[in-house]
Nanobody, 117 residues
Framework: QVQLVESGGGSVQAGGSLRLSCAPSGRAVSGLDMGWFRRARGTERDRVASITWSDITYYADSVKGRFTISRDNARKSVFLQMNSLKPEDTGVYYC???????????WGQGTQVTVFS
């Protein structure tokens, strides 16, 4: 069973940057649709950014121009570069992948991102 291993969360002052990483265990990221989702306190888990197997990207309106999702096939990882962070970006970030279906069906353990003003 594929597991997604995340890293890179933390606490940062507003305006700062963080980079999240996600690596599937036992397989490459090439050929996979993958994404980053955020769960803020009291809300649903919402898609922040995603990248298809053909490298088509999606960004939520709230992060456009500030976040960048990318794939590194050689390092078998997907990254989320987060710049100009705002307090409202605070939440638990989950890496997701479409492994066995056309839906995001495999999830990482989540990594906390806290942005303080």
């Amino acid at each position: 069973q594929v597991q997604l291993v995340e890293s890179g969360g933390g606490s940062v002052q507003a305006g700062g940057s963080l980079r999240l990483s996600c690596a599937p265990s036992g397989r490459a990221v090439s050929g996979l649709d993958m994404g980053w989702f955020r769960r803020a306190r009291g809300t649903e888990r919402d898609r922040v950014a995603s990248i298809t197997w053909s490298d088509i990207t999606y960004y939520a309106d709230s992060v456009k121009g500030r976040f960048t999702i990318s794939r590194d096939n050689a390092r078998k990882s997907v990254f989320l570069q987060m710049n100009s962070l705002k307090p409202e970006d605070t939440g638990v970030y989950y890496c997701g992948a479409k492994i066995a279906s056309n839906e995001f069906d495999t999830w990482g353990q989540g990594t906390q991102v806290t942005v303080f003003s």
